[in-house]
C-alpha cells in the first residue's frame, strides 16, 4: 500500500480525462445488467449449519431428547472455531491431554470455513494474515510450526516462505475506469484530497510509534496489551466519524477509503466504528521480516483455512463434530453439559472439571442461561452480517490498468471487492475462482440480517453480477459456478465505547473458576491473532484452575 501519494502527474491526468469517458461507456453498457440470461450458472446458497443454531433458542425442547451417551473428561472445549482450536493446541502443548472440543458444525475452523473444487480452493471467510509483530511471540512460534517462517536471519527476522507471503501484484483499485495500483485512491484524485490521505498517514505512522504513560504502545495486537493511558483510550468514547471530522479530514477520496476500511475489517461504517478501533487497524501492524515489509500479508487458497487446519492438526485429542452444546450446570465435581447430536438429534452428557467456551457471546448467553442470567442481553455485543460468493470463471474480461492482483476493489461500490482465490498458484490458468466480500452496511445489522436470510439466490447473483460487470463487462458469460454463503452474524463490530468498557470486560470473567470464555468478539475486533490469543489465555486461565 502506497501511504504517500504524491502530487497528480501530467501522465496521470491524461489517463484520468480519457477514462471520463471510458466510465460513461461503461455505465451505459449495465443498465442492462439484470436482464442478462444467467441460466448456464449452477451454484445455490451454501454456508453453516444455521438449524443447528436456531436450536438454542427452544432450549426446553432439547432436554426432552433422549440421552445416548455419557462421557467424561478434564477439559471441555465448546466451539471449534480459531479460538477454541487454539485452546485445544495450547492445552496439548502443555501436556493436557484429557480434552474434548465440542463442535456444532460438520467442520472444524468456523469462519475461517472454505470449499475446494477442480481449479482451486477457496475462502468462504477469513483469507489472510498480516505478518506479526516480532513480540507476539506465541504467533511467531506457531507460524514457525507450520512452515510459514522458514528461518531467522542474522539480525534475528523471520524469513517467511515466498508460498505464503501474498505475491505481487498485490492490491487493485477501479476508479474513473482504471485500475490503479493499491487501494488509497490516487487515480484522478485532486491534490488537496491527495495532501489530506498523505496528512492522515503521517498521523497513523505517529500513532504506531505512541506509548503511553505507562510505556506500553498505544496501539498493539493483541489489543489487551495496549497502553492503558487515558490520552489514547479516550478515542473509544467516539465514532471514527467524530474523529476525522474533529481533525479536518474531510476529503471524499480519504472518507471513502476509510469507510472501505471500516467495512472490510469490522463490518461497520465511520460513524458505528469507535475512533480507537478505526486508528487500531492502521497503527497496530508492526510486523517486521527479513523479506517482507510491515505491510505484507500472508495468505493461502483455502484463506486462514490453512491456519485453521494447522491448528487442529497441532493437537491430537478428540474433537466431535455436528455436536452442539447447551445447558452448562456446576456439579459436585465441576459442570456438567449437555450437547445435541444434530444428526440423530440425541442427547450426549458430559461431565467436565473445566469447561472453555469458544463460542461467540450471540451463542454463549443461551449456554449459560442458567448460570448468569445477567449475560442473557450482551447489548454492546453488535456483529455485522456478510455476504461472500466464490465465482468459478474461465476468463475475466480486463479494464484498462494493472492487471488481476489477490485483492481488487471497485470505489464507491456495495461490496468491498474480490480476492483471486488461486493467486498463490502461479501456473497461468484462465479458470480462476474469485471470492467476492459484500458487509450488509446499509441498514441496522438486525435488519440487514433478516433481510439477507430473506434473500434468494438468484437476487444475491443478480447484485453481484451487477456489480462486477461493472469493472468487467461482459463477466457474466465466463461464469460457469456461484456459491454464495451468508454470515448472520459475521464478525464483531467494536461500535463506540466498546472496546475499553465494561461489557466487553465483564464477559472475559470466568464463571467460578470452572468456566472459561474464549472467543475473538471478546477482543471486540475479529481477526485470527485475536481469536488465537483468546484461545491460549483461555486455556492458561482453565489450566491453572485444574
Ligand atoms: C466474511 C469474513 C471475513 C473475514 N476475514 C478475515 C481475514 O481475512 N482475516 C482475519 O484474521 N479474520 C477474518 N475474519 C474474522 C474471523 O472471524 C476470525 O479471524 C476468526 O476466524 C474467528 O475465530 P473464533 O474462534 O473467534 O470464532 P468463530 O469462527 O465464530 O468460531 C466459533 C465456532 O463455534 C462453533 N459453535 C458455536 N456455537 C456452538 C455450540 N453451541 N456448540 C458447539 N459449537 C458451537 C461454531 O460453529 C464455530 O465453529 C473474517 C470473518 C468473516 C465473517
Redesign the pocket.
Known sequence: MDNNPDLISRREFLVQASAGAAVLLTGAATLSCSSRSTSHIQGGMVG??HQ??HK?RNIPALYKLPISERLTTDVLI?????????ARRWLNQKGIRDVLL????A???????YGKNAISAY????????IPDLRNKELVRFLEEVGAITGFDTKNLPIYSDYFLCHDPEERLFINGFWQEGLVPEMGVPTSDKQQIKQFFQLVDEYKQAKGADGLDAFTIPLERSSRDEKFRQLDTISFASYLTEKGFTSPFLQWYLTYSCRDDY?STLETTSAWAGIHYFASRKGQAANANASSVLTWPQ??GFL?DQLRAQADSPIRQN????GLQRSATGVTVQ?CDVATNRTVVMEARKVIV???QF??K??VQHLMPERSTCTGFHY?P?V?ANLTISGLPQGRGLPLCWDNVMYDTASVGYISANHQDLRDNPNKVITY?K?LTDEEPDVARRRAYTTTYEQWLTQILDELEVAHSGITAFVSQVDI?V?G???ISPSPGFIWGQERQQAIQPIADSIFF????LSGI??????FY??IRAAKEAMKAL
Do not use: C, R
Open positions: 453453516a449449519n443447528a443454531g438454542l465448546i466451539g471449534g472455531g480459531v479460538s477454541g482450536l487454539s465440542l463442535e456444532m458444525d467442520k472444524t475452523g468456523g469462519n475461517a470455513a475462502p468462504f471467510g477469513a483469507h489472510y494474515l498480516p463490518g484463506g486462514n485453521a455436536l452442539l452444546g447447551y450437547a469458544a463460542t461467540p451463542i454463549t443461551h449456554l455485522a456478510w461472500v466480500y458487509p454463503w454470515w452474524h459475521g464478525m474464549a472467543h475473538s468478539d475479529s481477526i485470527f491473532e485475536e481469536a483468546q484461545g
